[in-house]
C-alpha cells in the first residue's frame, strides 16, 4: 500500500479521534486503526515522510490522551468537622452531600457521569447538565438516573427507599417494575416506606361507641386526583390511567377536565406518547385561559414536535 494512502487513512483517524462526543470504545477503536497504518508505512520513500509520520503519531496521541481523559471524572472528599457530614466535589461542578452516618461510594467513573452506591443514610445531589454525561444512584434494587439536576436519595432498612427531585428529571427503576417511575416536578417524590400506622387504644382507655355509618363520605376531587398520582408513583400505571379516565368521565371539559387530561398526558408520555399529545391538546384548546393551557402546549412543542398536535400548540403560543 503506498505511503500517501497510509498517510490519507491516519488523517481519518485524526478526525475521527477528535470528534468531542467520542467515547471510550471509540476512542480505543480508532487508536488501533491508526497504530496499523503507522505499521503498515514503516518504510517511507523518504525522511521528510518519515517526519511527517512522526509528527502525526506525536499529535494524534496527544489528542487521543486528551480526549479520553476529557470523559473521566476526578473528585475530591471532604468532611465537615462540626455536623460529620461528607461532601464529595467532582471535577464536572456536580456535588453529593452525604448526611452523617451515611455509607456510600463512588463505584464508577465514565461517560463524564459518575455510579454511586449507596448502602445506607442520606444523601443530597447536585449533577451539573453536560450532554452525553451518565449519572446513576444505586439503593439495594432500584436505580437512580439523571441527567442534570437536584435531587435526594435515602436508604433506611430492607427495602425502604426514598428519592425526592428539586429540580429537572430524574428515573427511577427496579426489577418489579414494568417501566420507570419519571419524577419531573419540583418536590414530588418517589418512596417505598410504608406509611404509619395508627397506634392501637391503651388496654385501660374507655372507647365511646362510633355512631353507626350508613354510607362512606364522598371523597373530594383532590383526594381521588391524590389516589391517581399515588399509583403512578407505585409503578401501577394501568390503574393511575384507569382512576384519571374516571374523573374525566365525571368532570367533561371544565377546569377540573382539564387538570385531569393534563395529568393523563403526563402520564402516558413515554409508553403512549401519541395520546398524550393529544391529552396535552385538550387541555389548551377546552381552558384556553386555564393556569395549565400554556404548560400543555410547551409540553407538545418540547417532546412531540413530530405530532399532528404540534401545529395548533405552536399557533396557541403564538397567539397567547
Given at each position: 500500500?503506498?505511503a500517501?494512502?497510509?498517510?490519507?487513512e491516519?488523517?481519518?483517524?485524526?478526525?475521527?479521534?477528535?470528534r468531542?462526543?467520542?467515547?471510550?470504545?471509540?476512542?480505543l477503536?480508532?487508536r488501533?486503526?491508526?497504530l496499523h497504518a503507522?505499521d503498515?508505512?514503516?518504510?517511507?520513500r523518504?525522511?521528510?515522510?518519515?517526519?511527517?509520520?512522526?509528527?502525526?503519531?506525536?499529535?494524534?496521541l496527544?489528542?487521543?490522551g486528551?480526549v479520553?481523559?476529557?470523559?473521566t471524572?476526578?473528585?475530591?472528599s471532604?468532611?465537615?468537622?462540626?455536623?460529620?457530614?461528607?461532601?464529595?466535589s467532582?471535577?464536572d461542578?456536580?456535588?453529593?452531600d452525604?448526611a452523617?452516618?451515611?455509607a456510600?461510594?463512588?463505584?464508577l467513573?465514565?461517560?463524564?457521569?459518575?455510579?454511586?452506591?449507596?448502602?445506607r443514610?442520606?444523601?443530597?445531589?447536585y449533577?451539573?447538565?453536560?450532554?452525553?454525561?451518565r449519572?446513576?444512584?444505586?439503593a439495594g434494587?432500584?436505580t437512580?438516573?439523571v441527567?442534570?439536576?437536584?435531587?435526594?436519595?435515602e436508604r433506611?432498612?430492607?427495602t425502604?427507599?426514598?428519592?425526592q427531585?428539586?429540580?429537572?428529571r430524574v428515573l427511577?427503576?427496579?426489577?418489579?417494575?414494568?417501566?420507570p417511575v419519571?419524577?419531573?416536578?419540583?418536590?414530588?417524590r418517589y418512596?417505598?416506606v410504608?406509611a404509619?400506622?395508627?397506634?392501637?387504644?391503651h388496654?385501660?382507655?374507655?372507647r365511646?361507641?362510633?355512631p353507626?355509618?350508613s354510607?362512606?363520605p364522598p371523597?373530594s376531587?383532590e383526594e381521588?386526583?391524590?389516589?391517581?398520582?399515588?399509583a403512578?408513583?407505585?409503578?401501577?400505571?394501568?390503574?393511575?390511567?384507569?382512576?384519571?379516565?374516571?374523573?374525566r368521565?365525571?368532570?367533561?371539559t371544565?377546569?377540573?377536565?382539564?387538570?385531569?387530561?393534563?395529568?393523563?398526558?403526563?402520564?402516558?408520555?413515554y409508553e403512549?406518547?401519541?395520546?398524550?399529545?393529544?391529552?396535552?391538546?385538550?387541555?389548551?384548546?377546552?381552558?384556553?385561559?386555564?393556569p395549565l393551557a400554556?404548560?400543555?402546549?410547551?409540553?407538545?412543542v418540547?417532546k412531540?414536535?413530530?405530532s399532528?398536535?404540534?401545529?395548533?400548540?405552536?399557533?396557541?403560543?403564538?397567539?397567547?
Open positions: 500500500m503506498r500517501s494512502q497510509k498517510i490519507e491516519l488523517g481519518e483517524a485524526l478526525r475521527e479521534a477528535t468531542e462526543d467520542v467515547s471510550q470504545h471509540h476512542h477503536l480508532q488501533s486503526r491508526f503507522i503498515g508505512a514503516r518504510r517511507p523518504s525522511r521528510f515522510l518519515v517526519v511527517g509520520l512522526a509528527a502525526s503519531l506525536a499529535l494524534t496527544a489528542v487521543l486528551f479520553g481523559r476529557k470523559h471524572l476526578d473528585f475530591s471532604q468532611t465537615d468537622a462540626a455536623t460529620g457530614g461528607t461532601r464529595w467532582f471535577s461542578g456536580s456535588e453529593v452525604l452523617p452516618g451515611a456510600a461510594k463512588v463505584v467513573l465514565q461517560d463524564g457521569g459518575a455510579r454511586i452506591d449507596l448502602a443514610g442520606h444523601l443530597d445531589v449533577v451539573n447538565p453536560k450532554r452525553h454525561a449519572w446513576e444512584v444505586l434494587s432500584h437512580v438516573t441527567t442534570g439536576t437536584r435531587f435526594l436519595v433506611g432498612q430492607g425502604e427507599v426514598t428519592v427531585v428539586n429540580e429537572g427511577v427503576r427496579d426489577p418489579s417494575m414494568t417501566e419519571v419524577l419531573d416536578e419540583p418536590g414530588e418512596t417505598t410504608p404509619p400506622r395508627p397506634a392501637p387504644p388496654p385501660t382507655a374507655r365511646e361507641p362510633e353507626p355509618r354510607l362512606d371523597r376531587f381521588e386526583l391524590l389516589d391517581a398520582e399515588r403512578r408513583l407505585s409503578g401501577e400505571r394501568k390503574l393511575a390511567e384507569k382512576l384519571l379516565l374516571n374523573l368521565s365525571r368532570h367533561g371544565g377546569a377540573k377536565g382539564a387538570q385531569v387530561a393534563y395529568r393523563l398526558g403526563r402520564l402516558l408520555e403512549h406518547p401519541q395520546k398524550a399529545a393529544a391529552w396535552y391538546a385538550a387541555v389548551f384548546k377546552e381552558q384556553p385561559d386555564g400554556r404548560d400543555a402546549a410547551n409540553a407538545i418540547d412531540f414536535p413530530e399532528s398536535q404540534a401545529a395548533a400548540a405552536k399557533r396557541f403560543l403564538a397567539a397567547h
